[in-house]
């Protein structure tokens, strides 16, 4: 009775651990065409930022993802204050290094939008040191942590520049 009892134990694990792995597959598959529309379609990136928001519950990194993606929304649409709400919270749900990073760049952005000179200066760094982290165990990054990895020191170089140019820097 004993190992039939474990038996059917180690089946009801081995499943709920089955469906947690295939509902963290949906949820980086919807992030994914999230950010594949971040320039293109502004709709799509949020409905499936949300989406991968909804089944996220017990996957950080797939929360913080999908939270960075809806900050992103919430930046070209000028709802500053929904997207700083966001990205503040993304490093206390996380400690995956490249979605900080991603979150600190934002930080940046809306700093250059509005103005925040030292705040800008303080995510910088924030960046730089997610950034240092990252580099240390860059090699063992997957397929697309290394993909969002380039997006995100792309576009820090582009706000970092941009704020240069714009404050008279060079």
């Given amino acids: 009775f004993i190992s039939h009892f474990s038996f059917l134990v180690f089946f009801f694990f081995l499943f709920l651990c089955s469906c947690s792995y295939s509902d963290r597959q949906m949820v980086d598959r919807l992030n994914s ?9 502004i709709d799509s990136t949020e409905h499936y930022a ?10 950080s990194k797939g929360r913080a993802e999908a939270m960075n993606n809806l900050a992103f929304v919430d930046i070209v649409r000028m709802q500053y204050k929904e997207a700083e709400q966001r990205l503040s919270n993304v490093p206390q749900i996380t400690d995956n290094q490249v979605q900080c990073l991603v979150s600190y760049v934002q930080q940046m952005r809306l700093c250059q939008r ?7 200066y303080e995510y910088r760094e924030n960046a730089m040191e997610a950034l240092k ?18 997006y995100a020191e792309s576009e820090m170089a582009i706000v970092t520049s941009t704020y240069y140019y714009y404050v008279g820097l060079e």
Wanted: hydrophobic residues 20%; positive net charge.
């Fill in 33 to 41: 065409l999230s950010y594949a529309y971040h320039y293109r379609n």
């Fill in 50 to 59: 949300r989406q991968a928001y909804d089944l996220s519950e017990h996957y």
């Fill in 114 to 120: 509005r103005s925040k000179n030292r705040e800008f």
């Fill in 133 to 150: 982290r990252i580099n240390e165990e860059r090699n063992q990054l997957s397929e697309s942590q290394l993909q969002r990895l380039r």
